[in-house]
C-alpha cells in the first residue's frame, strides 16, 4: 500500500527520495512527503496531500536539499488525506518517522506519551512511533536502541524509516510484517519499501526478516534481528528492469499490461513444458515428494487472485478430480477451518506481500495443514520465503493497480498445477496431453483476442452514461464473470455485479431493464444451450444484451443483442482467454468516463494492512 523511501550518501539525495516515490505511485496512495538531514543537524520536512507531482512542486527551487533522508506515500488508515497527516512525522524537530501497516494499541501508547507532556499533531498511529522514539532517546539509548525499544511496545504491522537530528549520519528501519528491503550502493544505501523505488540507483538488495532492524550509514549496513544480535541477510540481485516500469507507447499502464499478456503467459509457460507433459520440477525441487501425499487443495487469496482460485477450483475438481476448498483469505484467518494435513495450501497473490494471504498461510501451519505452495509474480516478496514451494508467474511488473496481466498468468500457472498434481488423481496422459496443446495456442489466442480491441471499444462506448452493469457466467466461467464486474467498477465507478446466469430468477432478474446493460461470457461449452435461456429471460425483460462468444456458439445479434465474436479454442483454456476482452471492456470505459485508471480513488495496488 503505502511506499517508503530512505537513502543516505554523499550526494543531494532529494532527487532519489522524489524519483522512488514516483515509482511506487502504483501502489496506491492520497498524499506524500519526505524529510532530509541538510548537514546543519536540523529536519527539513515537506508534505502534500495528493500526487506526487504536487510534492516535486514544492521541491522545484532547489531549496530543500540533504544527503540523508526518508520520504513516503500515505494510504489514509486513521486520519483523513491531509497535510497533517501525511508523513513524515516528526517529533521535537529530532525524530522523523515514515511507516507502512497499522499499529493496533496506538491509543494507549499516545495516551502515555501525552501524561510524558508530549503534543501530537495528526491523527494518525503513526505520530506516536516517533514520539516514543524520543521518549527513549531523550533517556540516553542510541537511535537503534530507541528504535529497538519503541517498536517492542507496538502491537500490530510496521514498516518504519527513521532519521534523528542527533544523529545526522545514518538511516533506521524496522520491520514487523510489511515489506521492507535495503538497496545496496557504493558509498550510499537505500531503504525501500519496494524494490521498484530503487532500480534507477541499484539491483542489490537485502531483505529484512520479521523483527530485523537495519542502520544504514554511507559505508555500511548492519542489520541486528529481534534479539538484538547482528545478522547477515543474503544479498539478491534484482532482475526488475527500469524500463519495465514505464508506460512507453501507451496511454495508461493498464493498458501497457493488457497488451502484454501474450509475453507474459509465453514467459509463464516457458521451460515448464516438455513434450505432452508438465514438468513438476518447475515447483520446486521438493514438489515430486509433496505432490505424491497431496489428496486435496486448499487455495487462499483475495480480489482478483480469489477469482482466479475459483476458476482452479473448477479445473481441480473437474479435470483431475482433487477436492478443492476455495476462500477469501481475510475470512479464512477467522473462521476456525477444520484441518487436512494432506491438503496442499495454494497461496496466490501478485505482490506476495497481502497481509492477509500471509496471516492465512501462517494459520495453515499453525492448525496443521499440509505444505504451501505459492503462486506469486514477486520473487524477493514474503510470500516466497513462507512457501516450501513456489511457481513464479512472470508476468513482469505490473503497475496499474487494476490487476491484468497478474490474473491471467495466475490461471495459467495454475492450469500447470492442476496437472502436474492430476496426473496422481486419475487425468489421464491423453487429457493431460490436450491441456497441454491448449496452453502452448495460449499466447496467440490472446493475440487475437487483443486485435478485437476496435470492436470492443465501440461497446465501451454504451456504458459511458450507464450507472449499474450486470456481467453473467456459467460454471468456470462464472468466476470470470466476477473477474470481468470487479475491473469494471475498480477503474470506471460503475456499479458492476456478477452473478451464475442460472441465479437470475432469484433475484437479479428484478434489476433488468433498458438501462441495465447486461455482459455474458458465451463460450461454446456444455453449459451454453443453458446460457441462451438464461440470455432470453433478460431480452424478455427489456434488457440490452453484450455478449462474448464464439461463432460457433450460434448467438445472433440484434438490436438489443451485441456480439462481440472471440476465436475458437479449446474448452480448457476459455477462461483464460475470455478475461481479456472484458478487461478491455473495462479500459475503455473508464476512457471514456474520464476516470484516473491507472490509480483509481481509495484503492492501492499492495494491500499490506488487514
Not at 438464461?534 to 438490436?559: C, I, M, Q, T, W
Request: net charge negative; aromatic share 6%.
Amino acid at each position: 500500500m503505502c511506499g517508503i523511501v530512505g537513502a543516505v550518501a554523499e550526494r543531494n539525495v532529494v532527487p532519489i527520495l522524489v524519483e522512488g516515490l514516483r515509482r511506487l505511485e502504483y501502489r496506491g496512495y492520497d498524499s506524500a512527503g519526505l524529510a532530509v538531514l541538510n548537514g546543519s543537524n536540523a529536519i527539513t520536512r515537506v508534505r502534500t496531500p495528493g500526487k506526487v507531482a504536487a510534492l516535486d512542486e514544492l521541491l522545484e527551487d532547489g531549496s530543500v536539499h540533504g544527503s540523508i533522508g526518508i520520504a513516503h506515500t500515505r494510504w489514509a488508515t486513521h486520519g483523513v488525506p491531509n497535510e497533517a497527516n501525511a508523513h513524515p512525522h516528526v517529533c521535537r524537530d529530532e525524530v522523523a518517522v515514515v511507516h507502512n501497516g497499522i499499529i493496533e494499541n496506538y491509543s494507549e501508547i499516545r495516551a502515555e506519551q501525552e501524561r510524558l507532556g508530549y503534543e501530537f499533531q495528526s491523527d494518525t498511529d503513526t505520530e506516536v512511533i516517533a514520539a516514543r522514539i524520543h521518549h527513549y532517546l531523550s533517556q540516553g539509548a542510541d537511535l537503534v536502541e530507541a528504535v529497538r525499544s519503541a517498536t517492542s511496545e507496538l502491537e500490530g504491522a510496521y514498516a518504519i524509516g527513521v532519521v534523528n537530528a542527533r544523529a545526522p549520519d545514518r538511516v533506521v528501519g524496522a520491520r514487523m510484517g510489511p515489506p521492507l528491503l535495503v538497496g545496496l550502493g557504493v558509498g550510499e544505501h537505500f531503504l525501500t519499501s519496494d524494490v521498484a523505488a530503487l532500480v534507477p540507483v541499484t539491483q542489490r538488495f537485502l531483505i529484512l526478516e520479521d523483527g530485523d532492524i537495519a542502520e544504514l550509514q554511507r559505508d555500511h549496513v548492519t542489520v541486528y534481528d529481534h534479539s538484538g544480535q547482528v545478522v547477515e541477510r543474503e544479498e539478491t540481485l534484482s532482475e526488475l528492469d527500469a524500463d519495465a516500469v514505464e508506460r512507453g507507447q501507451y496511454r495508461h499502464y493498464m493498458q501497457k499490461e493488457i497488451f502484454e499478456q501474450p509475453e507474459s503467459i509465453a514467459n509463464t509457460l516457458e521451460g515448464r513444458l516438455h513434450g505432452n507433459r508438465v514438468l513438476e520440477e518447475s515447483f520446486g525441487p521438493e514438489a515430486k515428494a509433496i505432490f505424491d501425499r497431496v489428496k486435496s487443495v486448499q487455495i487462499v487469496a483475495c480480489g482478483t487472485s480469489f477469482h482466479a482460485g475459483m476458476v482452479a477450483r473448477n479445473w481441480f475438481e473437474g479435470l483431475a478430480g482433487i477436492p478443492c476448498h476455495v476462500e477469501v483469505a481475510s475470512e479464512f484467518r477467522y473462521r476456525h477451518p477444520v484441518p487436512h494435513a494432506d491438503a496442499l495450501v495454494v497461496a496466490i497473490s501478485q505482490s506476495g506481500e497481502t497481509a492477509d494471504t500471509l496471516a492465512a498461510v501462517r494459520g495453515t501451519r499453525e492448525i496443521g495443514f499440509g505444505p504451501v505452495l505459492s503462486i506469486v509474480n514477486a520473487p524477493e516478496s514474503s510470500l516466497v520465503r513462507e512457501s516450501e514451494l513456489v511457481l513464479m508467474t512472470r508476468a513482469g511488473p505490473e503497475i496499474g493497480v487494476a490487476s491484468t496481466k497478474a490474473f491471467t498468468t495466475q490461471l495459467t500457472a495454475l492450469l500447470l498445477l492442476v496437472c502436474a498434481l492430476g496426473r496422481r488423481h486419475g487425468l489421464s496422459v491423453e487429457a493431460e496431453a490436450r491441456i497441454v496443446e491448449q496452453l502452448r495456442t495460449l499466447p496467440g489466442l490472446c493475440e487475437r483476442v487483443l486485435a478485437l480491441d476496435d470492436h470492443v471499444n465501440s461497446l465501451a462506448g454504451r456504458f459511458a452514461d450507464k450507472h449499474h452493469a450486470l456481467f453473467l457466467g456459467r460454471g468456470v466461467q462464472y468466476p470470470v464473470a466476477m473477474e470481468g464486474a470487479l475491473k469494471l467498477k475498480e477503474i470506471s465507478y460503475i456499479h458492476a455485479e456478477a452473478y451464475p446466469a442460472g441465479e437470475l430468477k432469484h433475484g437479479p432478474l428484478a434489476l433488468v431493464d433498458a438501462d441495465m446493460p447486461v455482459v455474458v461470457v458465451a463460450p461454446n461449452d456444455a453449459l451454453l444451450e443453458k446460457l441462451k435461456s438464461n440470455l432470453e429471460e433478460v431480452r424478455a425483460r427489456g434488457g440490452e444484451l453484450y455478449v462474448f462468444a464464439d461463432r460457433h456458439a450460434g448467438v445472433k445479434p440484434s438490436s438489443s443483442v451485441h456480439v462481440l465474436e472471440v476465436p475458437s479454442m479449446g474448452e480448457h483454456i476459455t477462461p483464460i482467454v475470455y478475461t481479456i476482452p472484458l478487461q478491455l471492456l473495462a479500459y475503455h470505459a473508464a476512457v471514456l468516463k474520464g476516470t484516473d485508471i491507472d490509480q483509481p480513488r481509495n484503492l492501492a495496488k499492495s494491500v499490506t494492512v488487514e
